[in-house]
């Protein structure tokens, strides 16, 4: 089965700084999405993005599908970005998410 | 207006025990899923469904059952409950093609004693 590892698996960030969290992915895919777990255990979806690059405030994703990475960017840090970030890849014809294995980021104030 | 609700959030129970954790999407998705995160944050697809089909993956014991009695709903049924069950269980829905759009519901912790 395709394989989702994302790095690195933990992050402590001080509050401002800037970070870059990976995402590989071992087959084609049809679509990746970037998740925010938060503390309280809730999944936000911040990205729908099979290529290319967007942004939202100061987040923003990159995916290169032919080399079969994705990137988040985090930029000023705040202690509400803490959490667990998951990259997930649907296959093609598939509508399930295959997740990655997750990065912990804790923000300090 | 909650997009994707499950009830309840918490639940504990003993072992072999019959349990059910209700998912309801006010989205008008069409195809609605249970994920399954273990105790290392691990996220893994249980089922998924459309008013067409169900797809279950392998992995998963048969004591899990779905049931989807309109669109908009999706239960879990779990039969004779184990310890290594407890986890959180979540709920999503998406639109049909490609996942896009994904919609997680805000998980239910299972704790089997």
């Known amino acids: 089965g395709i394989q989702v590892e994302q790095s690195p698996p933990d992050l402590i960030l001080q509050e401002g700084a800037n970070s870059t969290l990976r995402c590989n992915f071992s087959d084609s895919v049809n679509n990746l999405q970037w998740f925010h777990q938060n503390p309280w255990g809730q999944l936000i979806n911040l990205f729908y993005?099979?290529?290319g690059t967007k942004q939202n405030g100061r987040l923003s994703a990159t995916t290169v599908a032919t080399e079969r990475y994705s990137l988040l960017y985090i930029s000023s840090s705040q202690t509400t970005d803490s959490g667990v970030y998951f990259c997930a890849v649907v296959l093609t014809g598939a509508n399930n998410l295959f997740f990655g294995t997750g990065t912990r980021l804790t923000v300090i104030p | 207006d909650t997009a994707v609700s499950q009830t309840p959030k918490y639940l504990v129970t003993q072992m072999g025990n019959d349990k059910s954790i209700k998912c309801e999407q006010n989205?008008?998705?069409?195809?609605m899923y249970w994920y399954k995160q273990d105790s290392k944050k691990f996220l893994k697809i249980m089922f998924s469904?459309?008013?067409?089909?169900?797809?279950i993956n392998e992995t998963v014991p048969n004591r899990f059952s779905p049931k989807s009695p309109d669109k908009a709903h999706l239960n879990l049924h779990i039969n004779s409950l184990e310890l290594g069950d407890s986890a959180v269980y979540f709920c999503?829905?998406?639109?049909?093609?490609?996942?896009?759009?994904?919609?997680f519901g805000s998980g239910t912790r299972l704790t089997v004693v």
């Open positions: 993005i099979p290529s």
């Open positions: 999503a829905s998406s639109p049909a093609q490609a996942a896009r759009g994904y919609t």
């Open positions: 469904y459309n008013n067409k089909e169900l797809i």
């Open positions: 989205l008008g998705h069409d195809t």
